[in-house]
């Protein structure tokens, strides 16, 4: 069984940074491709950002949204995943979550290929 459990979400300003972590256990995350979505109130759950692994090593992979700002990284030692979020705007404004593809389905941008969720972290950002 694996389990996820984020945090670092909080509420900031426009134009500010934030980083959330996404902490694993019972499972290494080399062995697994791990994303990050947000959903916001009354909109589907997107994706954002996904490490994505192979016998040739990781990817990463960012929705276009946030391509320039956001920075998905691990810390093979903690067994954590990071979503270095910079240049923050009211859009942002989500829950967000981090989830494990155990089997390394391929689909990265879609939530249905992951097997693990974590419980989400609120992230609100103002005008």
């Known amino acids: 069984q694996v389990q996820l459990v984020e945090s670092g979400g909080g509420e900031v300003q426009a134009g500010d940074s934030l980083r959330l972590s996404c902490a694993v256990s019972g499972r290494t995350i080399i062995s697994l491709s791990m994303g990050w979505f947000r959903q916001a109130p009354g909109k589907e759950r997107e994706f954002v950002a996904a490490i994505t692994r192979s016998w040739s090593g990781g990817r990463l992979n960012y929705a276009d949204s946030v391509k320039g700002r956001f920075t998905i990284s691990s810390d093979n030692a903690k067994n954590t995943v990071y979503l270095q979020m910079n240049s923050l705007k009211p859009e942002d404004t989500a829950v967000y979550y981090c989830?494990?593809?155990?089997?390394?389905?391929?689909?990265?941008?879609?939530?249905?290929?992951?097997?693990?969720w974590g419980q989400g972290t609120q992230v609100t950002v103002s005008s």
């Open positions: 989830a494990a593809d155990v089997h390394g389905s391929g689909s990265w941008y879609q939530p249905g290929t992951y097997d693990y």
